[in-house]
């Protein structure tokens, strides 16, 4: 039961996901002259689709496009995983997902901390996507037992922060003065530090393995690198980012544009180079924060998501060897070729069951109960606008997209792969708890949303194999 005295954890996520934002533009003023940019093409596209806005303010989409934000941290130990997932459940977070990137040339793995259900989702629909670092793969041992050390000997989390979370756990809340010192506290580990826990030897040699090691190893903790906003267009968006003096990614990652949006389509402007001090107040630079945008579309079920990795390696098979300077429009090119063998139609994608669906009873379909003139089975529901149903929107992530960011802000160095299998064991370990299945969610939001419907029209829809 929730006491009232204690704030929600949704109220919690909302404040700090709002704090984390301001703390992040006062840190990197172009996030700032991004979300002002994403704010006037997303009213652009609003006011040029008033169909669109219709379909998000029916989804309860509109009120949280604002708010809508993701974040990325990068942890350096199994401890600080572990303490970072008590943090989030204080913001009503929970680990979703595995994400694995070594095999991208990327060292780590990953989850991304969200609410779990819709109502959650829409009050505040905040996410982090957290790595963990995978020192196994650094090649040298001494190195690798270096960075071991130095983050061993690291706190991430102020006191505060750690009696809070706690306190949380003890009282199974927290009240609004203790939810208050909470974000100020849990914002500290976000913040930027331009003072690096290490020498300059240290940090080229940590770079010399991986420019991601020298990030997570080399400073006092685990900066937030990029806050992500909501676009409607990314397509307008990638082409306007230049003339605001954005450096844009080459091309944009995920699914090709599309009548109607599937998944995550994102792109980013590349990590900017930032003074830094190393130990014994030597200068340098180092370059971790960026910004990035997404537009998000429809969530796929197991057969949906299988079809798009299966065009998606297609994709990037055809384009294999193809010349630097010819790749992204290469890239683009092909990705549309592959990508016309995905149904671009809503009827399409429910009937082949490659998308999950939220159902509603409409005006019509009460109508007809109260005349007694209701369709026998969900097709004929469907087909008459006595039932209405639209995509639900993906709030997950995609591993091939997210090793396209990360490497468009590592330069060309590191494209190596890394041999090692995926360890989702280890990192549920260093969690301490298993990762949620995300089509888990998805099927379950899908079949309530059904079952709801049949409990209104006083009907059973468990034959139509959906719920
Ligand atoms: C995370 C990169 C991945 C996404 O949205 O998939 C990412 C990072 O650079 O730490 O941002
Ligand atoms: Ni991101």
Redesign the pocket.
Known sequence: MQNDAFVSPEQIRARFSQALSAMYQAEVPLYGELLALVATLNRQTLAANPQLAEQLRQAGELDRLNEER?G???LGSAAELATMARLFAVLGMQPVGY?DLADAGVP?H?TAFRPLNEDALRLSPFRV?T?LLRLELIGDPALRQQAEQILAGRQIFTPGALALIERFERQGGLTEQEAQAFIEQALETFRWHSQAGVSAAVYQQLQGQHR?IADVVAFKGPHI??L?PRILDIDAAQAAMPRHGMAAKEWV?GPPPRRHPIL?R?T?FKALDEAVQFSCASPGQHS?R?G?I?QRGAALTAKGRALYDQLLQATRERCTGVAKHDYAQCYAETLAQCFADFPDDLEMLRRQGLAFFRYRVTEAGRAAQAAGSLAGDLEALLKTGQLACEPLVYED???V???G??QS?LGDANRERYRQDANRTEFEQALGRPVQDELALYADYQSRSLQACARELGMDFAEAGLA
């Open positions: 993701h990325a941290i990068r994400y780590v990953a996507f790595s991601l690198n990029h992500t990652e995550l994102q980013s971790a960026f990035e997404e992530f995609l591993p997209s997210a090793a960011i990360f802000n």
